[in-house]
């Protein structure tokens, strides 16, 4: 699977330590108050894992999946939900986890259905990488791992057709592997 990277972003140690502060903000913003974690799959999968575990907050943890890819290395620009509705999190504070930040569609989406359909005190958003690039929709991060340029990126819960994602490092995918068939 290495083989089929151009370059390596982060190891593994990198992403650990890095997920070491990021638990600590967490945990510092959301001491007293009662935390429900939305992890958003598969993506966040790994991420959410290794975060949390970091995290000593009697925390509620659930899940939405979301597709906006469908094979292809750009979203589609429309963003389908695997499930009728979200998880109920009235009078809770949400955490939504995510792998990356990209177009913006995918966590807009979902904070549109969470607001439209719960009524939680308030949301804030998690996500392991951020692209550095104009967004689609206006979606932005409060906990953020690392700022990346917009390449497309693999591993560490990040799938290229749904490969790679037990990569436990992050790299950029070479480009000849790429097709964008699915756009
Ligand atoms: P957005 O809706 O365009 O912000 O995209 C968010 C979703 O697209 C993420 O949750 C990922 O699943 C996927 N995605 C965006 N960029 C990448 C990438 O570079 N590699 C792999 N998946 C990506
Ligand atoms: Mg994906």
Redesign the pocket.
């Given at each position: 699977m290495q083989n089929d990277l151009e370059k390596i972003l982060f190891h593994e140690q990198t992403i650990l330590s890095r997920l070491d502060v990021l638990a600590q903000e967490i945990t510092a913003e959301y001491r007293d108050k009662e935390l429900t974690v939305i992890a958003?799959l598969?993506?966040?999968i790994i991420f959410a894992a290794d975060l949390l575990r970091r995290i000593p907050l009697a925390l509620k943890l659930d899940c939405v999946s979301?597709?906006?890819?469908h094979g292809g290395?750009?979203?589609t620009g429309q963003?389908t939900f695997d499930q009728i509705s979200v998880p109920d999190v009235s009078g809770r504070h949400v955490l939504i986890v995510?792998?990356?930040?990209?177009?913006?569609?995918?966590?807009?989406?979902i904070q549109e259905k969470l607001f439209a359909e719960a009524r939680p005190l308030s949301a804030k958003v998690c996500?392991l990488?951020r692209?550095i690039k104009e967004?689609?929709?206006p979606?932005e991060a409060d906990f953020v791992g690392f700022d990346?340029a917009d390449?497309?990126?693999?591993g560490y819960g990040?799938?290229?057709q749904e490969n790679y994602r037990n990569l436990p490092l992050i790299g950029v995918?070479r480009a000849e592997l790429v097709t964008n068939s699915g756009r």
């Open positions: 958003v598969n993506g966040s979301v597709a906006s890819y290395t750009a979203s963003v995510d792998d990356i930040l990209d177009s913006g569609r995918t966590l807009f989406a996500v990488l692209k967004r689609a929709k979606a990346i390449e497309f990126v693999v990040l799938d290229y995918l």
